[in-house]
């Protein structure tokens, strides 16, 4: 899982690694002990819109959300999608680390709501950050996950950023391995070197 390798996500990857001269190839062990939670990887971020660049607005209290702001100039990526009140009337009635489960009966029948309605745990790494981001609610506030978010969750560094639409920023992210977990594997081959 990325989580044991410091990524705030129980994230899944398969990776194959062969050599030509017939190495037998040793993943890596866990690096951590101890796996980040959604809230120590992005609650330093702000539930309002901050235009790139801009300084950022709350301090970073974890040592995960120090390290992802160690080379950064600023916040980027971190503007919030608007939902309609109804939306975020419905997103309101999932709780922490819950689900679509927790709607009523009515709205289960009446909305398309299916496993993706689905709240980050604050005191747990997140689900798997995919390419959507539409269907997956903060843990705190009645909204998607910004693309900065996102990334932290991916183990992007703040000063990694993503251009394109919006929709294209999600897919960048949702579709990368996390770099954390990418180092530790590529760091891990070098010595097969």
Do not use: C
């Amino acid at each position: 899982m990325a989580s044991d390798f410091g990524v705030p996500q129980n994230r899944r990857r398969a990776f194959f690694v062969g050599f030509k001269n017939g190495t037998r190839f040793e993943f890596p062990q866990a690096t951590v002990k101890q796996h980040i939670t959604a809230e120590q990887a992005i609650s330093d971020l702000p539930d309002y819109s901050v235009a790139d660049g801009e300084n950022y607005p709350l301090s970073g209290s974890s040592n995960y959300q120090q390290q992802m702001r160690q080379n950064s100039t600023g916040l980027f990526n971190h503007q919030i999608t608007v939902h309609n009140d109804k939306t975020k009337e419905i997103i309101a009635l999932v709780p922490d680390g819950g689900n679509y489960k927790n709607l009523p009966e009515h709205l289960r029948q009446t909305r398309n709501v299916n496993i993706a309605w689905t709240r980050l745990n604050s005191q747990k790494p997140s689900f798997t950050i995919d390419t959507g981001h539409r269907h997956h609610f903060h843990y705190e506030f009645n909204r998607v996950p910004t693309v900065r978010e996102s990334a932290r969750i991916q183990s992007f560094p703040d000063d990694f950023i993503f251009l394109g639409t919006k929709t294209s920023q999600y897919k960048q992210v949702g579709n990368a391995v996390p770099p954390m977990l990418a180092k530790t594997i590529a760091l891990k081959i070098r010595e097969y070197l």
